[in-house]
């Protein structure tokens, strides 16, 4: 299993109705000086966010309905976040695996809500089989994944226009799997295993993610 773009599965109208509920004031807002976001659902929401959002109104059977035209039937979410990062290279390789459970873990889904110019979102063959990494990943952590092959390089071009903002050291021995250059009303899935990082990136980008489990 690895990354997949499905195509043109949101209209504009929607993904207007999901910014426009987005950058509404309301309990859900959280808003932090590397980024304004709002999590609706999942393992991560704090008790206390939890109850300030109990009652309060969210697109749930749009965005529901949307993993439904993904063919995915979740088990149940670890995470449904709105995100708009203001520090623009914020984040860099990591893995989105939460308590790292091999039965449960199922997709990373990664929905373009608004960009710039352009946006993309390099996804790693390498698959790393425990908790999430938060935004520290090691070489230990790189070399403990599989496929990590010492001897792989990835392409110098590529790295100039994608991965510029990650320490080259991390990089080496890992193998794209794919970059997902961004397009509004895709929908890109991949494993939550698998290794990825934001495209090196100066511009403004809105998305949602969800983490499932199967
Ligand atoms: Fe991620």
Known sequence: MSAKIHKDVILKEEIKQLLDWFWTPDNFVWDSPFAYSKTVAGITLQPEMAVRIKNDYWPEKLILDIVKRINLNPTSYDEITF???????????????????????????????????????????????????????????????????????????????????????????????MIYEWKIGDVLTFDRQQVHTPGTNNCDKTTLSLFTNK
């Open 83 to 177: 995100l708009h990062i203001k520090n623009k290279n914020y984040f860099g390789l990591h893995t989105d695996t939460g308590k790292g459970d091999q039965e449960t873990l199922d997709k990373n889904i990664l929905i373009p809500l608004y960009f710039e110019e352009k946006a993309s979102t390099v996804i790693f063959k390498n698959r790393y089989l425990k908790g999430k990494t938060g935004n520290t990943f090691t070489k230990e952590m790189a070399e403990s994944c599989e496929f990590y092959d010492p001897n792989v390089q990835i392409d110098e071009h590529i790295i100039q226009e994608h991965l510029s903002h990650i320490n080259q050291d991390l990089l080496k021995g890992l193998t794209i799997d």
